[in-house]
Nanobody, 124 residues
Framework: QVQLVESGGGLVQAGDSLRLSCAAS????????MGWFRQAPGKQREFVAA????????YYADSVKGRFTISRDNAKNTVYLQMNSLKPEDTAVYYC?????????????????WGQGTQVTVSS
């Protein structure tokens, strides 16, 4: 069992930055690939970014590439999502999740444990 708790969301203006955090407890954090997803009202949950167990490899959705950065600190059992140049279309609930895959998966079905989500709202 892994418990994930996201934090750092809020209401910001377009062009601002936010850093989301996801703190994990339970099983060994470094055993998992970590991912961030988001879900806007009326839309399906979509992949945002993923990071390998060591943090050496990352992968991003095209919509956030160059603006968002995923990172992790295995000593602190935490994964981060630095979001810069935020746009109104980034408004969503953001979730972190764990995966046992050896690659960097991009679909929700490939992730096992999920946090409760944190709301990010970007005003124009």
């Amino acid at each position: 069992q892994v418990q994930l708790v996201e934090s750092g969301g809020g209401l910001v203006q377009a062009g601002d930055s936010l850093r989301l955090s996801c703190a994990a407890s339970g099983r060994t954090f470094s055993n998992y690939v970590m991912g961030w997803f988001r879900q806007a009202p009326g839309k399906q949950r979509e992949f945002v970014a993923a990071i390998s167990r060591s943090g050496g490899n990352t992968y991003y959705a095209d919509s956030v590439k160059g603006r968002f950065t995923i990172s992790r600190d295995n000593a602190k059992n935490t994964v981060y999502l630095q979001m810069n140049s935020l746009k109104p279309e980034d408004t969503a609930v953001y979730y972190c999740a764990t995966s046992s895959y050896s690659t960097l998966p991009t679909t929700p079905e490939q992730y096992g444990y999920w946090g409760q989500g944190t709301q990010v709202t970007v005003s124009s």
